[in-house]
């Protein structure tokens, strides 16, 4: 048993999300969970500030009895090469890393760490751009997230944060 790393812009924190965490932990004795991107909030692909998404993460898993969880906001640097060095330097140590980013998959294989990918699951709906994308739409959005994550959303109106940007013409 050991630890692992994933990390995801996780805008907004949804089912699939929860999935793949449930089953990383029953390889692992817990996870540590990157919130990438994290100095960006208030755009169309990246409306929820970290804090935000922490809340929606750490309410869902400890409503679910998870608590072997670390959760470690991660802004972006600007050279591909000192990213993983930079994750390292705010993360407590791991060995596994599950992503399906390939540029992430890269970066941590030419490190040497053991990288997996993860098994997409339901992602006609389980997917943060088709859910964000919803929002907008007026669509049904809510069963495709833990009640959780919607209790939050619906708290810091975030459907009508959405709506507002997807007005702007500057983003
Ligand atoms: N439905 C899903 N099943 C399994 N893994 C998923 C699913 N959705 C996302 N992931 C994985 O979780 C990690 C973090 O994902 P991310 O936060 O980018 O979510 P996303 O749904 O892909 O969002 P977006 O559409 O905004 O890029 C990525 O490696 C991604 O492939
Ligand atoms: N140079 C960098 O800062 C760098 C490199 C690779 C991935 N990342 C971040 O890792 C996260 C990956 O998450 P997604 O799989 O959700 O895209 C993103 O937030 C992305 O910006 C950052």
Same mark, same amino acid.
């Given at each position: 048993?050991? *630890?692992?790393?994933i990390?995801g812009r996780f805008?907004p924190f949804h089912l699939g999300h929860l999935e793949v965490i449930q089953?990383?932990?029953?390889?692992?004795?817990?996870?540590?969970i990157?919130?990438?991107?994290?100095? &960006?909030?208030?755009?169309?692909? !990246?409306?929820?500030? @970290?804090?935000?998404r922490?809340?929606m993460i750490?309410?869902t898993l400890?409503?679910?009895?998870?608590? !072997?969880? &670390?959760?470690?906001?991660?802004?972006?640097?600007?050279?591909?090469?000192?990213?993983?060095?930079?994750?390292?330097?705010?993360?407590?140590?791991?060995?596994?890393? &599950?992503?399906?980013?390939?540029?992430?998959? *890269?970066?941590? &294989?030419?490190?040497?760490?053991?990288?997996?990918?993860m098994?997409?699951i339901?992602?006609?709906?389980w997917s943060g751009?088709?859910? *964000?994308?919803?929002?907008? *739409?007026?669509? !049904?959005?809510?069963?495709?997230v833990p009640?959780?994550v919607?209790?939050?959303?619906?708290?810091?109106?975030?459907?009508?944060?959405?709506? @507002?940007?997807?007005?702007?013409?500057?983003?």
């Amino acid at each position: 048993m050991s *630890r692992a790393f994933i990390v995801g812009r996780f805008q907004p924190f949804h089912l699939g999300h929860l999935e793949v965490i449930q089953e990383i932990l029953k390889d692992h004795e817990s996870v540590i969970i990157g919130i990438g991107s994290a100095q &960006y909030s208030h755009t169309l692909q !990246n409306p929820f500030t @970290a804090g935000e998404r922490h809340l929606m993460i750490s309410n869902t898993l400890e409503s679910r009895k998870i608590f !072997n969880f &670390y959760i470690i906001p991660i802004e972006d640097v600007n050279s591909n090469p000192l990213w993983v060095a930079h994750v390292e330097s705010l993360t407590p140590h791991f060995s596994s890393v &599950y992503t399906n980013n390939p540029l992430v998959k *890269r970066l941590f &294989y030419e490190k040497k760490y053991n990288v997996k990918s993860m098994e997409l699951i339901n992602r006609v709906e389980w997917s943060g751009t088709r859910i *964000r994308d919803r929002m907008i *739409r007026g669509e !049904n959005w809510e069963r495709d997230v833990p009640e959780t994550v919607s209790e939050i959303i619906r708290e810091i109106d975030g459907v009508e944060r959405l709506r @507002a940007l997807s007005e702007s013409d500057d983003l």
